[in-house]
Structures are given as C-alpha cells and as structure tokens.
C-alpha cells in the first residue's frame, strides 16, 4: 500500500471532522423529533454534546536540513514599478518596470548580489526616459533619489539573507520510517482544530 502524503491525510482528516458534524446534526434533529413526539419525553430536550475542537498529535522526525540555497533573486517588475518616481506617467512607469525586467533576464546583470545594481538600474532607465523625450522630469533630483531606493531595497536583502540564509527541513512521518530511529529523534506535532 502506497503511502500518503502529509497533505493528504491531514485533508482526509479534516473532512472526517466535517462529515462527523453533521451526522451529529442530523442525529441531533432525529432525536429532537423523537422526544418530541413521545408523551414521556416531551418535556425533555436530547442532549446537546457537540465537538468544538479536537488536537491530533502527529509523531514526526527531523530526518535532514538542507544546506543554505545559493540563489540571489533578481529585481522584479513589480519592486520596479513602486521604486519608480511617481512624477512619471503611469503608463510609462508600467511599461519602463518591463522593459526593465526583460532587460535584466537579458543580461543578468540586475540580481541583488550585483553591488552596482542601483547604478545599473538607473543607467538603464535613465536612458529610456531620454528616448522618450519626457517633458517635466527633474533628472537631476530623481535619479540619484532612485538610486538611493534601490540601493535600500538591495541593503535590505543582503541584510536578511545573511541572517537568515534560506534552508529546507525534510520530516519523516511514516511508521515504518519512525520505527528506524530512535526515539529521541521523535517529536510530536500537535495540531489543533477548530471544527465549530
């Protein structure tokens, strides 16, 4: 017998909780139509015990950590748009975020490991806007403060990548795989749910 994903059981779990409830509402509505409908019960109600929450405790065990993953994330079209001066058109901010981002699956140039990200970034999209002729635009007072943002963005990722370094955590759940090791590798995982 092939065995079932984690998902998969606490999903089969959850609608055996959903399913319980209401075969106690239906047995509940049974009753009532009994009591009501015999003289000696009449006067009394059926009982009204019902399961508002249930705790399944899962035995589980750390079986390996991965190594931190050596992958630095590229600036996005969506950080670019927002990074972007506001005193842009809209439009033209939207479509300056794609050209930006297909710009940077190009030459892959754009990642946040790039220490010259903000400058390259600018240099880009400074070009751009001298193409498109924009009427209005301070350079001068824009630029550099695009420049300081994405610089901040980068900082930022750099700061928490180092400190938290991104790892994966595999667990064994499986009986067979749990009666392998002993049982100080063993935790229990209480899960708790709210079935009302």
């Known amino acids: 017998m092939e ?14 909780f959903e399913a319980a409830g209401v075969a106690a509402d239906v047995s509940r509505e049974h009753w009532r139509q009994v009591y009501e409908s015999n003289a000696l019960l009449k006067e009394f109600a059926p009982s009204r015990l019902r399961i508002t929450e249930a705790t399944i405790s899962l ?3 750390l079986s390996e950590i991965t190594a931190p993953k050596n992958h630095t ?6 950080q670019l748009l927002r990074l972007l001066p506001t005193t842009l058109p ?3 901010r939207e479509r300056l ?5 297909q ?8 990642t946040f490991a790039n220490k010259n990200l903000a400058s390259t970034v600018v240099g880009f999209l400074a070009e751009q806007v001298r193409l498109q002729k924009v009427q209005n635009f301070d350079q001068k007072a824009e630029w550099p403060a695009l420049q300081q943002r994405v610089e901040q963005l980068r900082a930022d990722f750099t700061n928490r990548s180092s400190q938290n370094p ?5 667990f064994s759940y499986q009986t067979e795989e749990l009666l392998k090791m002993g049982s100080d590798k063993i935790t229990r995982f209480d899960l708790k749910i709210a079935i009302d």
């Open 97 to 101: 975020a794609l050209e930006a981002a």
């Open 103 to 110: 710009y940077i699956q190009k030459t892959k140039r754009m």
């Open 73 to 78: 994330p590229m600036l996005t079209s969506q």
């Open 90 to 92: 809209m439009d033209l």
């Open 166 to 170: 991104e790892r994966e955590a595999f």
């Open 59 to 61: 035995p589980l065990a």
């Open 3 to 16: 065995a079932l994903p984690l998902r998969e059981i606490l999903a089969s779990l959850l609608k055996e």
